[in-house]
């Protein structure tokens, strides 16, 4: 994968995708490029998805400290859901 980035707001607006923290919709912005990337690096542990996912996703989001296990937390399901659906097809 390239390193893409958005080359201002409104390209960034186009690359959010909406996920649930704590019971609340939350936009977060370039979540399937992030994704991609970490899949890109073969990790081994779920430990390592992890933090390379929350490593990548601060870059375009902030995320406050009250909610980082959350968003750890769901950016695995969605990295999952990913992983899953690659097998399928």
Known sequence: MDDDKPCCAADALQRIRQVKINGLMTGITMLDESIEEVMSQYLGSDQEIRAALMKKIRIHNYIPKSVEE??????MEEYKK???TKKIE
């Open 82 to 84: 990913v992983i899953i």
């Open 70 to 75: 959350e968003y750890a937390r769901v950016l």
